[in-house]
C-alpha cells in the first residue's frame, strides 16, 4: 500500500516562480526523503528529512516536516526549466532502509 | 554517481517463459532492492537483499524471486512472465553511512506479450 501520497498530481509553472509540493502520509516514519525523476531515467535523490527535523534547506530546495499533521513539502525556489520532471517522496518507517514511495508529481517549467 | 548497471535495459517476451534481470553495483553496498514503476502506482517494493543470500519479501513479490550470491549482484526472476509483470524495473542501493538514501539504477523496461 501506498505510504506518501503526493499533491498536486501535475503543476505547471513558469521559469523563475516557485513550486510547492506536498506529500502526506499515514504511519510513523523516520525520515521522508524526496526524489527526483527525469523522463526514462532513474531516481535521483534530492534531499532526507529527519522525523526530528522540522525544516531542512539544500540550494534552491527547501522541505519541511510536520509529523503531527504526517506532511510534508517540498518547494522549489526560483524554478529553471531544467527542474521539468517527476518528483517522488519517499518513507522510511522501519528497518533496511527499505523506502514507500508516493505516486509522483510531474512538474513542468515553462521556459 | 553511484556504480549500478542494471541488464538488460529493455527486453520483450512472451507470456510464459522465464526472464531474468540483473542489477550490478561497485560499490559494495550491503542492501541492494528490486522495485517496479507503473502508472498510476509510483513504485512498488518487490524484494529486497540486506546481504549476500540475505533476501526477503517486498510489497508486490508474488510472481518474482531473487538471489544474491555475491554482494555486487542481486538478479530477480520472473519465473513465468505474465502481461501483468510488464513494467519498469528498477535496481537501488543503499548508501553507506546509515543514511538511509537509495541511489537507483537506469531502469530496465520490460514487456511481455
Known amino acids: 500500500s501506498q505510504q506518501g501520497e503526493e499533491d498536486p498530481q501535475a503543476l505547471s509553472i513558469q521559469e523563475g516562480e516557485n513550486a510547492t509540493m506536498n506529500c502526506s502520509y499515514k504511519t510513523s516514519i523516520n525520515n521522508l526523503q524526496w526524489y527526483r525523476q527525469n523522463s526514462g531515467r532513474g531516481l535521483v535523490h534530492l534531499i532526507l528529512?529527519?522525523?526530528?527535523?522540522r525544516e531542512k534547506h539544500s540550494g534552491r530546495l527547501r522541505v519541511t516536516l510536520d509529523t503531527s499533521k504526517k506532511s510534508s513539502s517540498l518547494l522549489i525556489t526560483a524554478s529553471r526549466a531544467a527542474d521539468t520532471a517527476s518528483y517522488f517522496c519517499?518513507?522510511?518507517?522501519?528497518?533496511?532502509?527499505?523506502?514507500?514511495f508516493g505516486k509522483g508529481i510531474t512538474l513542468s517549467v515553462r521556459p | 554517481d553511484a556504480g549500478i548497471t542494471q541488464s538488460p535495459r529493455h527486453k520483450v517476451t512472451e507470456t510464459g517463459t522465464p526472464v531474468t534481470l540483473r542489477c550490478h553495483q561497485t560499490?559494495?553496498?550491503?542492501?541492494m532492492y528490486w522495485y517496479r514503476q507503473d502508472p498510476g502506482h509510483g513504485l512498488r517494493l518487490i524484494h529486497y537483499?540486506?546481504?549476500?543470500?540475505?533476501?526477503d519479501k517486498g510489497e508486490v513479490s508474488d510472481g518474482y524471486s531473487v538471489s544474491r550470491s555475491k554482494t555486487e549482484d542481486f538478479l530477480l526472476t520472473l519465473e513465468s512472465a505474465t502481461s501483468s509483470q510488464t513494467s519498469v524495473y528498477f535496481c537501488a542501493i543503499a548508501g553507506s553511512g546509515g543514511t538511509g538514501e537509495l541511489f537507483f539504477g537506469e531502469g530496465s523496461r520490460l514487456t511481455v506479450l
Open positions: 537483499s540486506y546481504g549476500v543470500k540475505d533476501t
Open positions: 560499490e559494495n553496498h550491503r542492501y
Open positions: 528529512i529527519r522525523s526530528n527535523e
Open positions: 519517499a518513507t522510511d518507517a522501519g528497518a533496511n532502509s527499505k523506502l514507500t
